[in-house]
C-alpha cells in the first residue's frame, strides 16, 4: 500500500428533472459532470472495479461513482447518461424495498420517492453496473442492537446476491452512520469494502471499511465540480487505498 494507491469516489442520489438540490441533480447538471470526468481524463467506474483496478496496477484514471438508496431515477436518467461517456457505477440497493417508496424517513423530501424495482437493477447489472449493499431496511446501525445490525449487514448481501445473481461485494452505511464495532461486522460478513459518507481529509489513514468519498448535490456548481475534480487528477487530494 503506498500513498499514491488511492480511488477517488463521488456520491449521489438522485438525478432527476424535479431532484431538490438537496437530495440530487438533474440530468443536465449530471450530464455536464460526466463531460467534466472525460475531459479530465477519468473513466467512471463501479467502486468494485475500481479498487480491483487499483490492486492490479494503480489505475489513476478511475474514479468511482455511487449511487445511494437505488432511485428509480437511476435507472431512467443516470444510467443512459453514463453509458453515453462509457462509464458504469454502483448502486447501493435497500435490499427489502426493492420496487417500494422511501419509507425509512418521514423527512418529505426524501420520503415517498420510488426505488428501483428488481428487475431494473438485474437489468443494470447486465450492463456492467455494480449493486452494492446499503442493508435491507435502511436503519441507523448505531440506534440497533448489534444482533440487528449484523443480520442487517449479511442478509442484505445474500439478498441482493442471489435476487439479483450477481456477487455483491461493497457495502455502504445508511445515514453514513457507524460505529467502531460495524466496519468488522461489514468485513466478517464477506465485503471488501464500505462507504461512508466522510469527505476526505489529509492525514487520515486510509481503511477498506471506512472509504471516504465526496458528495455532489445540485447545490455543488460546475465550476467547484471542476475544481474538486481537477484536484483529484492531481493527486493533491482524495481517495481510498483499497
Ligand atoms: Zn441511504
Not at 479530465?40 to 490492486?55: I, K, Q, Y
Amino acid at each position: 500500500m503506498t500513498a499514491a494507491f488511492r480511488v477517488p469516489v463521488l456520491y449521489y442520489h438522485r438525478v432527476s428533472p424535479d431532484a431538490d438540490p438537496r437530495t440530487g441533480v438533474t440530468p443536465e447538471q449530471f450530464e455536464a459532470q460526466m463531460a467534466i470526468l472525460r475531459r479530465l481524463g477519468f473513466l467512471g467506474t463501479s467502486l468494485d472495479r475500481a479498487l480491483t483496478g487499483w490492486e492490479e496496477g494503480a489505475r489513476e484514471d478511475l474514479i468511482a461513482l455511487t449511487f445511494d438508496d437505488g432511485y428509480e431515477d437511476n435507472y431512467v436518467y443516470a444510467a443512459p447518461i453514463l453509458e453515453r461517456y462509457g462509464f458504469v457505477a454502483t448502486i447501493y440497493f435497500v435490499a427489502e424495498r426493492m420496487g417500494q417508496r422511501v419509507d425509512w424517513t418521514g423527512d418529505p423530501l426524501w420520503a415517498g420517492h420510488p426505488l428501483m424495482e428488481a428487475s431494473m437493477a438485474r437489468d443494470l447489472v447486465a450492463r456492467g453496473f455494480e449493486a452494492g449493499s446499503h442493508t435491507l431496511t435502511h436503519p441507523d446501525l448505531v440506534k440497533i442492537p448489534d444482533r440487528l445490525a449484523r443480520r442487517e449487514i449479511r442478509e442484505s448481501r445474500e439478498r441482493l446476491s442471489q435476487e439479483l445473481s450477481c456477487p455483491v461485494t461493497t457495502f455502504c452505511y445508511p445515514y453514513g452512520s457507524f460505529g467502531d464495532n460495524h466496519p468488522a461486522m461489514v468485513r466478517e460478513a464477506g465485503y471488501r469494502a464500505a462507504r461512508t459518507v466522510r469527505r476526505y481529509r489529509f492525514g487520515g489513514r486510509p481503511d477498506p471499511f471506512r472509504m471516504a468519498c465526496r458528495p455532489v448535490s445540485g447545490r455543488m456548481g460546475i465550476l467547484r465540480f471542476y475544481l474538486t475534480l481537477l484536484s483529484y487528477r492531481m493527486g493533491l487530494r482524495g481517495g481510498d487505498a483499497p
